[in-house]
């Protein structure tokens, strides 16, 4: 989702930063660094954008505040789809099942959905709070429920590679997204060019 179908990062920035004033405390996210944080599990975002300002955070309380103020703000919000992703979403799905694995909260992929009007052109969905488990586990784990013998995965890190590697998927980089990536099976510079490139 973030950094492959939209860029969301100005919204979960506001989301943050009402969480810390909610706390009672005057801290801000700085935008780069929550943007190099993108495709990390939630606790690992926190220990680097909130730990490391503020030592004697209830972890606990600000991260289930965190995703009370998500699911409030998200549906209101949102995030900006890059350039072809509804036309390209739309003739996926016409020949394949498409389906999404994120690390965000439990409602994360249905509030992108709901905001992005797409829900008709995903098969299925699971995000880490949902399952709070490694994307590898999370990509067997729905083509296990589906039935599905063969399938790639794509995101924009380096992180989202390996996990796509541990699952034993050829990993696809969107390389107009957050990240970095070495050893990806192929790469593209637009959602437009990976459609073009495969339908």
């Not at 179908?5 to 506001?14: E, G, I, R």
């Not at 993108?38 to 975002?45: A, D, K, L, R, S």
Request: aromatic residues 14%.
């Amino acid at each position: 989702m973030d950094g492959t179908l939209w860029d969301a990062t100005h919204s979960y920035v506001k989301i943050w930063d009402r969480c810390f004033e909610k706390m009672g405390y005057q801290l801000t996210v700085p935008h780069q660094e929550l943007v190099k944080c993108m495709g990390m599990p939630i606790e690992q975002i926190y220990e680097v954008l909130v730990a490391k300002q503020c030592s004697e955070m209830d972890k606990t309380a600000y991260l289930s505040l965190l995703q009370q103020l998500e699911d409030e703000m998200m549906p209101e919000i949102g995030g900006i789809l890059y350039p072809g992703v509804l036309n390209g979403l739309d003739r996926l799905a016409k020949s394949s099942k498409l389906f999404m694995v994120s690390n965000c909260g439990a409602l994360g992929l249905r509030n992108f959905m709901r905001y992005t009007r797409t829900e008709k052109y995903f098969t299925d969905s699971v995000t880490f709070g949902q399952r709070p488990v490694p994307k590898s586990e999370n990509m067997r784990w729905l083509m296990n429920k589906h039935d599905i013998n063969k399938a790639a995965y794509m995101g924009d890190t380096q992180g989202d590679c390996d996990e796509t590697h541990r699952a034993g998927l050829p990993f696809i980089f969107a390389s107009y997204g957050f990240g970095k990536c070495t050893d990806a099976e192929i790469s593209f510079s637009s959602f437009g060019e990976f459609v073009d490139y495969f339908y």
